[in-house]
């Protein structure tokens, strides 16, 4: 089974920039369908994206569509999520997960999960 680690977090000013990564290990990466989640004090958790094993596939949630950009490199056993203009709302625990799958197809449910990265951002 695969193992995940999120890097990145940090706390920034509204409109500034984050790049979160997570790093996998334990299994080949390039099985692992991958996405991006996040959870916010007293709300559930929340998909923001999720990206294929190729990384030819992304989806967006409509709150992050045209400012985050999923990417991955299987070379590096890592998936990224780039997040500009960040605003106070996206304050939250960011999760990577991954779920080993034949297709090269975005999904919505994973069976492996990090640990989770803290985003805090400022008005």
């Known amino acids: 089974q695969v193992q995940l680690v999120e890097s990145g977090g940090g706390s920034v000013q509204a409109g500034y920039s984050l790049r979160l990564a997570c790093t996998a290990s334990?299994?080949?990466?390039?099985?692992?369908?991958m996405g991006w989640f996040r959870q916010s004090p007293g709300l559930e958790r929340e998909f923001v994206a999720a990206i294929s094993r190729s990384g030819g596939a992304i989806h967006y949630s409509e709150s992050v569509e045209g400012r985050f950009f999923a990417s991955r490199d299987n070379t590096k056993n890592a998936v990224y999520l780039q997040m500009n203009s960040l605003k106070p709302e996206d304050t939250a625990v960011y999760y990577c997960?991954?779920?080993?799958?034949?297709?090269?197809?975005?999904?919505?449910?994973?069976?492996?999960w990090g640990q989770g990265t803290l985003v805090t951002v400022s008005s």
């Open positions: 334990g299994d080949i990466f390039s099985k692992y369908a």
């Open positions: 997960a991954a779920r080993a799958i034949d297709f090269d197809v975005i999904i919505r449910d994973y069976d492996y």
